[in-house]
């Protein structure tokens, strides 16, 4: 059972558009919230964090938002650049599991020149 | 700027074989994660470390799988006998003893094919 469902596996958008990465969670126990970015052969890399008390959390050109009725979280991008391609996870932890990190499966967001 | 390391990055082994990756993480960091990668799938945890002690392997096949980090440093992890379903990416990341637990650093990976 997928505790963490990113539903689009792929996301096309021109460069200096908005980019939504969309990501949806099953446990309200999660405390934090993350997104990776991943480049082919290479491991990913922390980008964004929020705690579950907060419903926003800004970083230049990234922001992620919360909902916690609708368990629901996205990662916005703006403006979009073509170095912005990669997969990004979506994933999450709580404390009372020794801050086990559950990742989605990934969308795959390609920036068009 | 100080990284994960790991080797070897792919690995062709036939199934029934042994196989062992290595990983050594930034230094100072005290948790060590071993994630396997299946293609079109996230990151999920085998094992983890706290120093030189296991804190959670609920994932790892035990039958198959063994990992150790006997100073608390590079680890080890040791595949005996590869099935062709071990195919998949496997990731050692680190993070830093009073850092954010999710602030994980990624090694680049070992790409792992059984034949």
């Known amino acids: 059972d997928q505790q963490v469902k990113q539903n689009s596996p792929s996301l096309s958008v021109q460069e200096g558009r908005i980019s939504i990465l969309n990501c949806d969670y099953t446990?309200?126990?999660?405390?934090?919230f993350l997104w990776y970015k991943k480049y082919p052969a290479e491991g990913p890399t922390f980008l964004i964090s929020?705690?579950?008390?907060?419903d926003k959390n800004e970083d230049g050109r990234f922001t992620v938002f919360l909902n916690k009725s609708a368990k629901h979280l996205s990662l916005h991008i703006v403006p979009s650049q073509p170095g912005d391609s990669a997969v990004y996870f979506c994933?999450?932890?709580?404390?009372?599991?020794?801050?086990?990190?559950?990742f989605g499966p990934g969308t795959s967001l390609s920036v068009i020149p | 700027e100080a990284e994960v390391a790991q080797s070897p990055r792919y690995k062709i082994t036939e199934k029934s074989q042994a196989v062992a990756f290595w990983c050594d993480p930034i230094?100072?960091?005290?948790?060590l994660y071993w994630y396997r990668q299946i293609l079109g799938q996230g990151p999920e945890l085998l094992v983890q470390?706290?120093?030189?002690?296991?804190?959670?392997d609920s994932q790892l096949p035990k039958d198959r799988f063994s990992a150790e980090r006997l100073k608390g440093v590079d680890s080890t992890l040791k595949i005996q006998p590869a099935e062709l379903g071990d195919s998949a990416m496997y990731l050692c990341?680190?993070?830093?003893?009073?850092?954010?637990?999710?602030?994980?650093?990624f090694g680049p990976g070992t790409r792992l094919t059984v034949t």
């Open positions: 994933a999450a932890l709580s404390k009372t599991s020794y801050d086990k990190v559950i």
């Open positions: 230094s100072g960091h005290a948790t």
């Open positions: 470390f706290q120093d030189e002690s296991v804190v959670d």
């Open positions: 929020i705690s579950s008390i907060k």
């Open positions: 990341a680190s993070s830093r003893t009073g850092g954010a637990p999710y602030e994980q650093y």
């Open positions: 446990n309200s126990m999660f405390d934090y």
